[in-house]
């Protein structure tokens, strides 16, 4: 049988491209294509989801956790609609994800023909970088090159159109040798950026005369690790990390300050309000109330993509480059500096906050405190572990709880901050890296969203991973806690009970119906004995831990107008006044009274 279109898509992903797996669900818009992988099996894996959004949000798991361009699949219509969410999380946390979807015949696009939806126009904002539809079995070879080539030069998204008649068409996997053809190859090779000297040398200018320098980190310098620390030791300063930054540099280090921003720890909020010098690596956190003030500080920033630079805070230089290529290429260009009292300074803060933080988790809590959760979770993370959290209060506890230690991998959906990526995220964490154990930390909005059908993805697939340790916590608050907690400190209202309440869902008994392990308690003193459970057991397991709703996600700072907030919603009613009061004392105590 001769080669198709669909065969041929295929084939030069597999071959030319390295793709090794697509996340797809399937629909006649694109039963040439996954005809093609059953011819292909061996080469191209599909892995079949519970809805495209899902596929979508692993493909961008799979760029965030290899490097490599995460690969999506639907069908025409309701099936490409349903990738969007998950495309967007890529796009916005500039990662390399191809979404390949179906379309109707050629002969029936313009007829208002079912499912007919003008896909290009659709994908056009999302995927603006690089959107075709394809029209001729000769365009397919440059279509897919030039995909894939775009996706990961420009860390974005990019999407192929093909229409359902074409992928059984014969492929023209050479297009004739004449006027109007394409005539495309494959391969990319990343090119090594590093800003021209005489920047080098204004930037190190900066950072010398600099007294009291703080760093900020984000995922541009997840690859970084050692040149962040070697930067910092010799500058004295200290490192505050963006969300997506987590993984950047060890939580153990005393000059780290941890997570910044309204999830942030305290020390952050020291770094910045005190520093004279900010130095920012790879990270378009958006806060700008969390930096200094203008004016405050002089500012370099590095970032590869020079739209991003210059848009938190109005810098000295700024140095387009590669962050790791860029520190290494300062690094001989700056002066230690002798006077570490403000190195010191920040280290007495930190180990100060690491007690607070004990301390806040430890605070007794109906049934149980969420942060004693994560504060359990983080004394028993496993070497190598790999962590993804949902939108939602887990992402507090996650930000300022977890301590990551070198050679793990932790992330979630940062800018878009969408609810529903942590479960697909370590799905797609598993794919990836099978031998390694994951955790994925939700709120049961989030596993009532989406979370509670994927799971079913996790018992589909679990043997073919030789690590059985994919663990889902789940904080039963039966709230959309986050939320709530955002109205009453933002807006000063009262929880407002129609939106926010959440029915009470059995997560563990769910997983247990489907074959997975499940685990839950409202018994404190459990905690850590069943994480060491979930951590021992022969399959994957949903642990399901009943959280009271009033703790308060505390910001490390707060400003009058989130006290007179806080203050609006107790005086309209707040259904849960008096423990959230109770609670809120409670987790500021710690702060006032160190010793206590
Ligand atoms: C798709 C989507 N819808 C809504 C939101 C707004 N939002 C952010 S966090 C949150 C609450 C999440 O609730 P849950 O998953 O139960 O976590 P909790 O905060 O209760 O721990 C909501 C509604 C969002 N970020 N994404
Ligand atoms: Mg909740």
Redesign the pocket.
């Known amino acids: 049988m001769s080669e198709s279109v669909a065969d041929h898509l295929l084939n030069r992903l597999a071959g030319e491209w390295g793709v090794r797996r697509i996340y797809g669900y399937p629909g006649d818009g694109i039963n040439g294509i996954i005809g093609a992988f059953g011819r292909l099996e061996d080469r191209i894996h599909f892995v079949q989801v519970r809805h495209e959004e899902m596929a979508a949000f692993m493909a961008c798991a799979h760029a965030k956790f290899t490097g490599e361009v995460g690969v999506c699949l639907a069908t025409s219509g309701p099936g490409a609609i349903h990738l969007l969410?998950g495309l967007y999380d890529a796009k916005l946390d500039h990662q390399p994800v191809l979404a390949i979807v179906g379309q109707q015949a050629r002969l029936g696009l313009g007829g208002s023909y079912q499912q007919e939806v003008d896909l290009t126009t659709l994908f056009k904002d999302v995927a603006h970088e690089y959107v075709q539809m394809a029209t001729e079995p000769g365009q397919m070879r440059h279509l897919i090159d030039r995909a894939m080539r775009i996706a990961l030069s420009e860390r974005t998204v990019t999407c192929l159109i093909v229409p359902n008649d074409m992928q059984m068409e014969d492929a023209v996997p050479v297009p004739p040798h004449k006027h109007g053809t394409v005539h495309s190859g494959p391969g990319y090779s990343r090119p090594q950026v590093t800003p021209t000297d005489d920047q080098l040398i204004r930037a190190a200018g900066v950072l010398n005369r600099g007294e009291r320098v703080a760093m900020l980190v984000g995922a541009g310098a997840l690859q970084a690790s050692e040149e962040v620390i070697e930067v910092a030791d010799k500058l004295g300063a200290g490192v505050a990390k963006a969300l997506l930054g987590k993984a950047v540099v060890p939580d153990h280090l005393m000059f780290v300050t941890g997570a910044i921003g309204l999830l942030g720890t305290r020390p952050s909020w020291d770094l910045m309000q005190e520093c004279d010098t900010l130095l920012m690596v790879g990270s378009g956190f958006p806060y700008s109330e969390f930096l200094p003030e203008e004016g405050a500080a002089a500012g370099v920033q590095i970032d590869l993509d020079a739209r991003m630079l210059g848009i938190r805070y109005p810098m000295e230089v700024n140095l387009v480059g590669d962050s790791a290529l860029t520190l290494r290429a300062l690094l001989p260009l700056l002066e230690r500096k002798e006077d570490r009292a403000w190195r010191e300074k920040i280290e007495a803060g930190v180990d100060d906050w690491w007690k607070i933080v004990e301390r806040r988790a430890l605070e007794p809590a109906d049934p149980i405190n969420?942060q004693l959760v994560f504060h359990e979770l983080s004394k028993r993370l496993p070497d190598r572990a790999i962590i993804t959290s949902?939108?939602?209060?887990?992402a507090n506890w996650y930000a300022r709880d977890v301590r990551l230690r070198g050679g793990m991998m932790a992330t979630l959906s940062g800018t878009l901050?969408?609810?529903?990526a942590g479960v697909p995220y370590a799905i797609a964490a598993k794919f990836a890296h099978p031998d390694r154990p994951v955790f994925a930390l939700?709120?049961?909005?989030?596993?009532q969203?989406n979370g509670l059908a994927e799971l079913i993805t996790v018992a589909k697939y679990r043997d073919r991973w030789p690590d059985q340790r994919l663990i889902v916590l789940v904080?039963n608050?039966r709230?959309?806690?986050?939320?709530?907690w955002e109205q009453r400190a933002m807006s000063g209202d009262p929880k407002f009970v129609q939106s926010q309440e959440?029915p009470d869902v059995p997560y563990a008994r769910w997983a247990e119906l489907i074959g997975l392990n499940g685990i839950r308690t409202d018994d404190p003193a459990q905690v850590g004995a069943c994480w060491e459970e979930a951590l021992a057991a022969d399959r994957p397991t949903v642990f399901e831990v009943v959280?009271d709703?009033e703790v308060p996600p505390l910001p490390p700072h707060i400003t009058l107008e989130e006290a007179r907030a806080f203050a609006s919603a107790v005086a309209h009613g707040d259904p849960g006044r008096r423990r959230m009061i109770a609670q809120s004392i409670r987790q500021k105590l710690p702060e006032i009274l160190p010793g206590r």
């Open positions: 969410n969420p949902d939108s939602g209060s887990a901050a969408t609810m529903g939700v709120g049961d909005g989030a596993m969203m904080l608050n709230d959309l806690n986050q939320v709530t959440l959280c709703p």
